[in-house]
């Protein structure tokens, strides 16, 4: 088992890829909406938002969860490994997201001081599906 600590130039993967939510403006400013059935095909268990973030989020891996990331507003970079490599995103609301299809480490870190970034996920929260040791994270992964 190889444990990468470089970021892939590539910047998607079978199980993480970024996607750009339709943008509508007009004069009285502007409004995302998306339909959850053009980007996936799991049930939303729940949401939540990070906002006013001073300090890194994430690093952490759930089991069995799939998500979609969505910068809001603001910028924040996500850096997410898949079990082979790190991939990293630079996030720009409120249209860019990220999808993640398939039990990732995730990372978050340089927000912008306005910056909202609400997650979609397919998994309600329990407290013994979260794996915070990268190590164990790339043991279960690979297993």
Known sequence: MKKSAE?????ESSKVKKIVLPIHVDDRGSLVAAEMKDYVSWPVARFYY???VLKP???HAVRHEKKI???QKGHVKAKFHDGEK???FDM???GDAVLMESMCFREFYDFSGDAVLLAV???NYHKED?????DEFLKEVNS
């Open 130 to 134: 979260y794996i915070y040791d990268f």
């Open 86 to 88: 790190w991939i990293e």
């Open 92 to 94: 720009n609301g409120p």
């Open 121 to 123: 996920s397919s998994v």
């Open 7 to 11: 970021l892939s130039s590539k910047k």
């Open 57 to 59: 989020r994430g690093g």
């Open 50 to 52: 990070v906002t006013e």
């Open 69 to 71: 990331y969505i910068c």
